[in-house]
């Protein structure tokens, strides 16, 4: 694998050779840095630290600025580990841009989903509701109805499907189809949807054959 980290633009469309109308994400991918190089014989382990998006200098710390210093760079927003993904070597202070990704690779991206705050059933869960007001219905249409607990257990098991927070997860969308790559530009399409708001940093990782 090979990774990058990246900045959703937006949704778009494009036309493929049939004529069909496909919808695709946008997303600024790199430049990234490499701010730090983990080895087996020095952290146990073999990853690579990139760094993405120009940060203020008034809004780094000291430590930020110790940090970024060694790769030669100004401190940056994101910062992700990489763990295992790159076949090349790379060193400290080195440039991964877009041009890692190729038209027809397949990748996997990370984000967090947007976050829709508390829910309720009928949306969290997709429960069909109670449908016509019958028998007295007035209030109970979104209602999720019984628990099912009785005398045994006496409790509502873990897991059931009850209201609550939606959203904000961190997850991952695999095998989206890379359909054009703009270097000039640092952008990069992909075949549908990925996770998170306009603006939310995401993780890309090409698959290798």
Not at 166 to 182: A, Q, Y
Not at 184 to 206: F, H, T
Request: with cysteine.
């Amino acid at each position: 694998m090979a990774g990058i980290i990246g900045k959703k633009i937006g949704m778009t469309s494009v036309f493929s050779v049939e004529g069909k109308n496909i919808p695709c994400t946008v997303i600024e991918a790199g430049p990234c840095v490499v701010s730090q190089v983990k080895t087996v014989e020095k952290d146990g382990y073999h990853a690579l630290q990139l760094s993405f998006d120009e940060k203020k200098e008034k809004s780094a710390n000291k430590a930020e600025f110790g940090h970024f210093k060694k790769a030669g760079t100004t401190p940056k927003r994101k910062v992700v580990e990489f763990k295992d993904t790159f076949r090349e070597h790379f060193n400290l202070g080195d440039v991964i841009n877009v041009e890692i990704f190729s038209v027809n690779d397949y990748v996997d991206v990370e984000g967090v989903s947007k976050g829709k705050g508390f829910q309720g059933v009928v949306r969290r869960h997709g429960f069909g509701g109670v449908g016509d007001r019958t028998h007295g219905q007035h209030n109970r249409l979104r209602a999720p109805g019984s628990l099912g607990a009785s005398s045994w257990p006496s409790r509502v098991m873990k897991g059931l499907r009850m209201a609550g927070r939606m959203g904000g997860e961190r997850m991952t969308i695999e095998n989206l189809l890379v359909l054009k790559v703009i270097p000039e530009q640092n952008l990069i399409v992909l075949k549908g949807s990925v996770p998170g708001a306009k603006g939310s940093y995401i993780s890309i990782r090409k698959q290798w054959n």
